[in-house]
């Protein structure tokens, strides 16, 4: 019976290296080990080699969008230049940095030495390859081109990985106003207002204004650091339940009807169908099951729902444009590309020019967006502590005034 064992070691290059190995003993991992030219200086069953932070109940890191880009990439490199594809993961599982990232090539070798093939040794980790990867390689290895698929999917990776960086961008800056109003604000309520109270110790008879100023002062000095692990806990707590089946698929309901939202929702969908669509077609894969499998590209399950739809009337025998016109994802415009695309047969062309349409259309989105949020947010945070400086002031004038 085969188990997976952890090993630590080095390489014939004196490199230290780490991985697992499968094998029926501890006796044939070494074994396994030194015919690769590994010195093995630690050798444990995968199950009781546990870090830390499983111990705690954490999940290991696992390979981000940004690294199986560039493992993506690497690949097609390597395969385009005649290397095989068990001695590419190999190349690529001595030189990669991150743990994560070597534990995943390490499987994937060891699994073709098996004699399975790439594409079913990828299915087993779905939490990193989706289907549309696993199929594309599983076309790739039938047709002899899997470095021609290893870079369709490494373009397709780095747009995903600039649309995620745009829309994180749009959301940097808001986040940074709203921290510099909010540290702002502790410093007044902690340093400026507390030395103005000893002005006012004097008058029992402040302005309604300078007593709530000095409450509200006094509340966040006593329960800041309540108030902030609130914060740091519900923060927490929100990203936790976003993992809940039941409310992220509220919010994506909420999300895909929101006025303007929708929109916005529509368009980074459209983008991520489009170019799933016009790979999967220019891999010669039937319109049906190109619909299918990009239909599992898409994060919204409303328009996931409308897209199970098209996919049973265009199996029913209607045309794609017309099945893709009712769903959100293709107004008008689009249609009509889609109708001109079958129409002339080159479907794969028209989804790339959609993709690449509504890619510009979102840059102009978030530019705009960014633009006009700039001010708003600058005066908004003048609005809130412009007002408190003012009651400052009107209070330091009050008390000067009854002082006189």
Known sequence: MQERYQYTGFDSAGSRVRGTVDASGVAEARSEL????????????ATEARDWRQSLGVRRASVGLAELEVITAELALLLENGIRID?????????????????????LHQSLKQGKQLSAAAAEWPEIFDPLYVNLLALGEASGRLGDVFRRLADDLRFRRELRQQIISALIYPSVILTVCVLALLFIFN?????????????????????????????????????GALVIVLILLALNLSRLRGLRSAWQEFAAGAPG?????????RIRFASAMGMMLEAAVPVDRALQLS??????????RELAVALERLRRGEG????LSRTRLFPDFYSSLIEVGEESGALDAVFAEIASRSRDSFAGWTKRFTSLLE?????????IIGAVVVVIMLSITSVTDTAL
Request: charged share 15%.
């Open 34 to 45: 030194r015919g690769r030219g590994i010195l093995v200086s630690e050798l444990l069953p």
């Open 87 to 107: 001695r590419a993961l190999e190349v690529l599982r001595r030189g990669a940095s991150q743990p994560a990232s070597r534990r995943l090539l390490d499987t």
């Open 191 to 227: 340093f400026v207002v507390p030395n103005l109270t000893t002005l006012f110790a004097d008058y029992p008879d402040l302005p309604w204004y300078t007593s709530a100023l000095i409450s509200v002062s006094e509340f966040v000095q006593r329960y800041q650091l309540i108030l």
């Open 261 to 269: 939202l929708g929109g916005l929702v529509s368009t980074v969908e």
């Open 295 to 304: 239909t599992g590209s898409v994060a919204s399950a409303p328009i996931r």
């Open 320 to 323: 794609l444009a017309s099945v």
């Open 375 to 383: 001010p708003a947010l600058i005066l908004f945070m003048g609005l």
